[in-house]
């Protein structure tokens, strides 16, 4: 069976549900964040996979957001001491990353799928 004779998943649902970016129904992770090697229900091959730092970026600049600015916001508001900080932000921060990686993983992985992106390559004449 060829790729056109699958049907296309959303990759973006796909992704969040960690499904196979073809079919959209067989598992894309066989661990919290280990790609499997090949979706069990239509074949495809995830040898293509590579979200390399994608998903750490990602998750980085989206949690750091929110907990730099609740951290701030808690500064000023009530200037607790600095001990507190590390209670409540270090394991927020993690809390909230192992999540976000396995989502943005798996998007950046169906949108890689969908739009047949590969390694780059320059051709150089000859």
């Not at 796909?14 to 970016?21: F, S």
């Not at 079919?23 to 894309?28: I, M, Q």
């Not at 590579?50 to 600049?61: N, S, T």
Request: charged share 20%.
């Amino acid at each position: 069976m060829s790729n056109a004779d699958h049907p296309r998943a959303n990759p973006v649902e796909a992704g969040l549900r960690g499904r196979c970016p073809r079919c959209g129904k067989g598992r894309l992770f066989s661990g919290l964040l280990a790609v499997r090697s090949g979706c069990d229900v239509c074949g495809l091959d995830y040898a293509f996979a590579d979200a390399a730092d994608g998903p750490a970026v990602f998750a980085i600049l989206f949690v750091g957001f929110v907990v730099v600015g609740l951290a701030l916001w808690l500064e000023v508001s009530y200037d607790p001491p600095l001990w507190l900080h590390f209670v409540i932000w270090i394991p927020l921060t993690v809390l909230l990353c192992l999540p976000a990686l396995r989502l943005l993983k798996g998007v950046l992985i169906a949108l890689q799928f969908a739009n047949r992106a590969a390694e780059g390559r320059l051709d150089r004449p000859e």
